[in-house]
């Protein structure tokens, strides 16, 4: 397989000609085609440098956008011009489901639009920050368990160039303090744990006040993770030079996840996939810029200073504070280049809590900074995009009312088509088929359909939360979406309403059937039945698999707090030749063809590229082809077993995993469980 640097790579013939440097160009569809068939995560194809967008994915996602255009704008010449009923109540009736049909229209027009061009750039990388300024990599943690924690210290402390880590612990923990002085990371806490983690992050900024203040020498820079996104070796080298323009106050990189067969995983980046490569990456135009997301980034304190630190007024304290910074007339910019990997909520209550979480503080947003009336301060692009995507998390009542209509319509009897049944479904289903067929290339390809429906279901639940909100303005506290193990297996249960809204959709379905059979008196036309019930089966379909989706088993709650990683190397342990079976930050399953492993006591496993990690053995058994199994594990405060872990799984020696790139880490894999 070719290199990180070989891949992607299509030369520009026009800059060839001209004598200038060959251009690189990136074409996101195919290089997640390539990585996942090789069975390596999508986030993988994001390592190289970002780049233009490939002239073949661009010139396909601008096709499918137009023709979803006019699939739609086709259907609806056609429903309006032959399939109306003659006046009277039902021609009204009928107006009301085409209006319905003809609301996706304004959304593609925009989102064509905005996606038209996603091209990418960046400085070269550096070995030093520019203008000698002076980093620090902030991580800010609560409860987590050291297998979540320990990945994302340990490699932060192994970044180049030279930088302090600090540590801001909200849960005071004696462990904690003891990891990082082994890592050489610096913890920080605080005595009142007052607004969450826009607290802990101003805290530690009035420290680096107090000690610059003191004759220290001041940090320039931040770089922020979140304690469960683990820091790939790019990530400051990468960045920093953006900081060469004053300008620029915020540096934003995408968020990938490493625990494949999360709740929002859909086979290809996962949910968040289409929302860091390919909306991210269009506002990188004059007059728009990323918002701050949290984690993987970089801040400037100058400017953070200028706007009185981290926003603290609502839960949602970095796309606040970006808007503070906008306001301002800083400048942000995205950075599209996989440069840490985290952790996705693996549970429907983990993902609806962490949902719900940044609806209700996007609707605080839009109400503390009266967003409809900030045309005075903002671009006319930054407008339409914090405006947007505010309003987006209101889609769930929009939802709802497209159930509504269709059942209305329908148990009205009104005739709202003169179109045949057979018609009618060949119309609409060759309609639907073009705007998903365009939808999907307009997004790059970044979107299971299955999976897609499966989750828009929760923005019904997530939606009548930001309504209730804006209704009674309650206080809000920020809610930590929960990282490791839980004491039981559970599966999860589908919220009330969504439950309701299957037993209506379905009873209403059943019933039309049986009316256009002559099973039960039914008032209205086969085609009109067909023109409402469409909507309704697809509602039904949504619903259905959304609800199997929270029910499923493989998003159950887990005891363990590590994620494994199932891949296969050759290793070492005890002496003794074999091969890895999986691996956690917890330890690791070694699979050997000779029984002379100690079944207890302290062995060393030595992983491709890596010093040799003492692990304890906990379990000892053979299978019948007469090969044996070790189950090993790192003892409790072993600092230097977890940090040797961390390094290989993420910062993984080159050619240590056969058919991995260079600069894929192990935990790449697709195997993971």
Same mark, same amino acid.
């Given at each position: 397989?070719?290199?990180?640097?070989?891949?992607?790579?299509?030369?520009?013939?026009?800059?060839?000609?001209?004598?200038?440097?060959?251009?690189?160009?990136?074409?996101?569809?195919?290089?997640?085609?390539?990585?996942?068939?090789?069975?390596?995560?999508?986030?993988?194809?994001?390592?190289?440098?970002?780049?233009?967008?490939?002239?073949?994915?661009?010139?396909?996602?601008?096709?499918?956008?137009?023709?979803?255009?006019?699939?739609?704008?086709?259907?609806?010449?056609?429903?309006?011009?032959?399939?109306?009923?003659?006046?009277?109540?039902?021609?009204?009736?009928?107006?009301?489901?085409?209006?319905?049909?003809?609301?996706?229209?304004?959304?593609?027009?925009?989102?064509?639009?905005?996606?038209?061009?996603?091209?990418?750039?960046?400085?070269?990388?550096?070995?030093?920050?520019?203008?000698?300024?002076?980093?620090?990599?902030?991580?800010?943690?609560?409860?987590?368990?050291?297998?979540?924690?320990?990945?994302?210290?340990?490699?932060?402390?192994?970044?180049?160039?030279?930088?302090?880590?600090?540590?801001?612990?909200?849960?005071?923990?004696?462990?904690?303090?003891?990891?990082?002085?082994?890592?050489?990371?610096?913890?920080?806490?605080?005595?009142?744990?007052?607004?969450?983690?826009?607290?802990?992050?101003?805290?530690?900024?009035?420290?680096?006040?107090?000690?610059?203040?003191?004759?220290?020498?001041?940090?320039?820079?931040?770089?922020?993770?979140?304690?469960?996104?683990?820091?790939?070796?790019?990530?400051?080298?990468?960045?920093?030079?953006?900081?060469?323009?004053?300008?620029?106050?915020?540096?934003?990189?995408?968020?990938?996840?490493?625990?494949?067969?999360?709740?929002?995983?859909?086979?290809?980046?996962?949910?968040?996939?289409?929302?860091?490569?390919?909306?991210?990456?269009?506002?990188?135009?004059?007059?728009?810029?990323?918002?701050?997301?949290?984690?993987?980034?970089?801040?400037?304190?100058?400017?953070?200073?200028?706007?009185?630190?981290?926003?603290?007024?609502?839960?949602?304290?970095?796309?606040?504070?970006?808007?503070?910074?906008?306001?301002?007339?800083?400048?942000?910019?995205?950075?599209?280049?996989?440069?840490?990997?985290?952790?996705?909520?693996?549970?429907?209550?983990?993902?609806?809590?962490?949902?719900?979480?940044?609806?209700?503080?996007?609707?605080?947003?839009?109400?503390?900074?009266?967003?409809?009336?900030?045309?005075?301060?903002?671009?006319?692009?930054?407008?339409?995009?914090?405006?947007?995507?505010?309003?987006?998390?209101?889609?769930?009542?929009?939802?709802?009312?497209?159930?509504?209509?269709?059942?209305?319509v329908m148990v009205s009897g009104a005739r709202t088509s003169t179109a045949g049944p057979v018609e009618f479904t060949l119309v609409f289903a060759a309609m639907f088929w073009v705007r998903l067929w365009g939808a999907k290339r307009l997004m790059r390809h970044q979107i299971h359909w299955p999976t897609a429906f499966a989750l828009r279901i929760f923005r019904v639940p997530v939606g009548m939360a930001c309504l209730w909100w804006l209704v009674s303005r309650k206080s809000l506290e920020?809610?930590?979406?929960?990282? #490791? &193990?839980?004491? $039981?297996?559970?599966? +999860? *249960?589908?919220?009330?309403? !969504?439950?309701?809204?299957?037993? /209506?959709?379905?009873?209403?379905?059943?019933?039309?059937?049986?009316?256009?059979?002559?099973?039960?008196?039914?008032?209205?036309?086969?085609?009109?039945?067909?023109?409402?019930?469409?909507?309704?089966?697809?509602?039904?379909?949504?619903?259905?698999?959304?609800?199997?989706?929270?029910?499923?088993?493989?998003?159950?709650?887990?005891?363990?707090?590590?994620?494994?990683?199932?891949?296969?190397?050759?290793?070492?342990?005890?002496?003794?030749?074999?091969?890895?079976?999986?691996?956690?930050?917890?330890?690791?399953?070694?699979?050997? #063809? &000779?029984?002379? $492993?100690?079944?207890? +006591? *302290?062995?060393?496993?030595? !992983?491709?590229?890596?010093?040799? /990690?003492?692990?304890?053995?906990?379990?000892?058994?053979?299978?019948?082809?007469?090969?044996?199994?070790?189950?090993?594990?790192?003892?409790?405060?072993?600092?230097?077993?977890?940090?040797?872990?961390?390094?290989?799984?993420?910062?993984?020696?080159?050619?240590?995993?056969?058919?991995?790139?260079?600069?894929?880490?192990?935990?790449?894999?697709?195997?993971?469980?």
């Amino acid at each position: 397989m070719q290199s990180i640097e070989q891949r992607g790579r299509a030369w520009g013939e026009a800059g060839a000609q001209a004598g200038g440097e060959p251009v690189q160009f990136r074409d996101t569809p195919m290089e997640v085609k390539a990585y996942s068939s090789a069975g390596m995560a999508g986030w993988a194809a994001q390592l190289g440098s970002p780049a233009p967008e490939a002239p073949r994915s661009r010139r396909m996602a601008r096709i499918g956008g137009v023709a979803a255009i006019a699939a739609l704008l086709l259907y609806l010449a056609w429903r309006i011009g032959f399939t109306m009923p003659p006046g009277g109540g039902g021609l009204v009736i009928a107006w009301t489901l085409v209006t319905f049909e003809a609301l996706p229209l304004i959304g593609l027009v925009l989102k064509s639009i905005t996606l038209w061009n996603i091209d990418c750039y960046a400085p070269d990388p550096v070995a030093e920050p520019p203008n000698g300024m002076r980093v620090a990599v902030l991580i800010p943690t609560y409860n987590e368990p050291v297998e979540v924690l320990a990945p994302t210290i340990a490699a932060a402390c192994a970044l180049q160039p030279s930088h302090e880590t600090w540590v801001l612990d909200d849960g005071d923990r004696p462990w904690v303090a003891q990891m990082c002085e082994a890592f050489g990371a610096r913890v920080v806490t605080r005595v009142e744990h007052d607004h969450a983690k826009a607290g802990n992050m101003n805290h530690a900024l009035d420290l680096m006040a107090a000690e610059e203040a003191a004759g220290k020498d001041p940090i320039d820079i931040i770089a922020v993770l979140d304690c469960d996104h683990v820091p790939l070796p790019t990530f400051l080298t990468a960045t920093l030079g953006w900081f060469a323009d004053e300008e620029v106050a915020l540096i934003q990189g995408p968020q990938a996840f490493y625990n494949s067969g999360a709740f929002d995983d859909d086979g290809i980046s996962g949910e968040q996939g289409l929302f860091f490569n390919v909306l991210m990456p269009s506002r990188n135009v004059p007059g728009a810029g990323p918002f701050w997301c949290g984690s993987t980034s970089l801040l400037r304190i100058k400017a953070l200073r200028e706007v009185g630190g981290v926003a603290t007024e609502t839960i949602t304290e970095d796309m606040h504070t970006t808007l503070k910074l906008i306001r301002l007339g800083w400048k942000t910019v995205y950075h599209h280049q996989t440069l840490a990997i985290g952790l996705a909520p693996a549970t429907a209550d983990q993902y609806l809590l962490q949902r719900r979480r940044w609806g209700m503080g996007a609707m605080q947003i839009l109400t503390y900074e009266r967003l409809w009336a900030a045309k005075s301060w903002m671009t006319w692009r930054n407008f339409h995009e914090y405006i947007n995507g505010t309003l987006w998390w209101l889609e769930g009542i929009a939802t709802l009312i497209a159930f509504i209509i269709p059942m209305a319509v329908m148990v009205s009897g009104a005739r709202t088509s003169t179109a045949g049944p057979v018609e009618f479904t060949l119309v609409f289903a060759a309609m639907f088929w073009v705007r998903l067929w365009g939808a999907k290339r307009l997004m790059r390809h970044q979107i299971h359909w299955p999976t897609a429906f499966a989750l828009r279901i929760f923005r019904v639940p997530v939606g009548m939360a930001c309504l209730w909100w804006l209704v009674s303005r309650k206080s809000l506290e920020f809610q930590v979406t929960p990282k #490791g &193990a839980a004491e $039981l297996r559970l599966r +999860g *249960r589908a919220p009330r309403i !969504l439950i309701v809204l299957i037993v /209506i959709v379905g009873a209403i379905i059943l019933y039309a059937a049986a009316g256009v059979l002559a099973w039960v008196p039914w008032r209205t036309s086969p085609g009109s039945t067909i023109a409402a019930g469409v909507w309704l089966v697809l509602a039904g379909i949504v619903l259905v698999l959304g609800t199997l989706r929270i029910r499923a088993a493989e998003f159950a709650t887990s005891r363990r707090s590590a994620h494994r990683v199932t891949v296969k190397v050759p290793v070492t342990v005890a002496g003794i030749r074999g091969e890895l079976v999986d691996i956690s930050m917890g330890g690791a399953a070694v699979r050997v #063809g &000779a029984d002379a $492993l100690p079944e207890s +006591g *302290r062995v060393l496993l030595e !992983l491709p590229g890596a010093a040799q /990690i003492p692990l304890d053995v906990v379990r000892f058994w053979s299978s019948a082809n007469r090969e044996h199994t070790a189950s090993l594990q790192v003892r409790g405060g072993d600092w230097e077993a977890y940090r040797r872990l961390s390094l290989w799984l993420f910062h993984t020696p080159d050619d240590a995993v056969p058919g991995f790139p260079p600069g894929v880490p192990a935990v790449a894999t697709r195997g993971s469980e």
